[in-house]
């Protein structure tokens, strides 16, 4: 499964936003997703992808593509390293 479809699942699954709202370009604010939820969101992903992304490294204006490239960038940094 492709990173994007795994943190849509995530987002779907975990934090219950209705998959009919996600899209690559969507940000977590029209999300309405705060800063609280983002840190919780960037815990998730590191258990769920075994990455070590900072905590403050999305914030609301982010989009979901942009947190599949950090994703992929940390992992891309993890498995070269």
Known sequence: M???ERVTALLVSQFEVD???IRPEVTFEELD???LFLV???LTVNAEFGAN???DAAGPQDT???A???IDEQLATATSS
């Open 2 to 4: 492709k990173t994007y």
């Open 19 to 21: 998959p009919a709202r």
């Open 33 to 35: 997703m705060d800063s």
């Open 40 to 42: 919780e969101f960037v």
């Open 53 to 55: 992304i900072e905590e």
């Open 64 to 66: 979901i593509a942009r």
């Open 68 to 70: 599949v490239e950090l």
